[in-house]
């Protein structure tokens, strides 16, 4: 696939675009409604769609199949992030109107840190071809993990990031409106607003170590692979305050993607002996999101977040929080 700087360049421009209509769009600090949500989470999605579209049209299907494929298994992981998003600020007690400055930053970081991961993997993969079974292995056995997984409320005060933070940085335990730093005296301290902020993007690396193999296991692409998770974590935000008050419906979401994962950890380690087509792929992928999704929603119908079916934590959450 011959992609030419240009194509590069258009497509940060893009994105950099978008992220300042986003921050112009926020630049005061408010809490986000449902509706705001929708529509912003409806034009992400059309985003990324598009794009895949123009791939699509000007590389053949089947770059634009293995797109689509990418930016479906980061968008189904992303789902995740937000249960685990919900826990942290919940547990710092953020107020509304200023997690969406945190997450603004944090989709930031993650587009930086996913990059860096992805020139690494494609790296990788390049000079060592073996690192493709290790990548295949890997998934398998986090997708069983995720499994057998008993669910768990992890604490995120109690996390080792937590404590290394305090440890490291003077911090106040006051917030200072949207703030990360203030002055006490004649040093600056850490609002706990950073260290939520810290939080959010340690807690996006550990979803990295998933989600960029899993992507590598559709196409070691690199245009595919940084775009197709480029679109959909700059949705992320919008997701969260779509569905964050949602997130005791979706009870059959860590199945879905547990499935979601072997399935790509099967493809990545026949990959030298069986040729998984990627409109399959991505027909597969598609079915086992849609049916954790809906059978979820059939399963809680009716239910409030206090009287969830099982009395438990949703099954979204999972001991991938913060490390």
Known sequence: MDVPLWAWGAVLAVIVGMLAVDLLAHRKAHVVSVREAAAWSAVWVALGLAFGGVVWAVWGAGAGGEYFSGYLIEKSLAVDNVFVFALIF??????????????????????????????????LLDRFHWVLYVFGAFLVLTGIKML?????HPDPTRSRTFRLVRR??????????????????????????????????????????????????????????????????????????LLADLMHRFVYLKVGLAAILVLVGVKMLLLDVVKVPTALSLGLISLFLVTAVVASLVRTRGTAPTDDPDQTQPDGVEERTPV
């Open 148 to 152: 057998r997984q008993h669910d768990q």
């Open 168 to 241: 490291v940085l003077p911090t106040t335990d006051e917030y200072a409106g949207q703030r990360f730093w203030v002055r006490q005296g004649t040093r600056w301290v850490a609002t706990p607003l950073f260290v939520v902020l810290v939080l959010v993007e340690v807690t996006d690396v550990v979803f990295a170590v998933d989600s960029i193999p899993a992507i590598l296991a559709v196409t070691q692409e690199p245009f595919l692979v940084f775009t197709s998770n480029a679109f959909a974590i700059l949705g992320l935000r919008a997701m969260y305050f």
């Open 90 to 123: 919940s547990a710092f007690a953020v107020p509304p109107a200023f997690q969406h400055r945190v997450l603004f930053y944090g989709v930031l970081g993650a587009l930086v840190m996913r990059a860096a991961f992805i020139a690494g993997g494609v790296a």
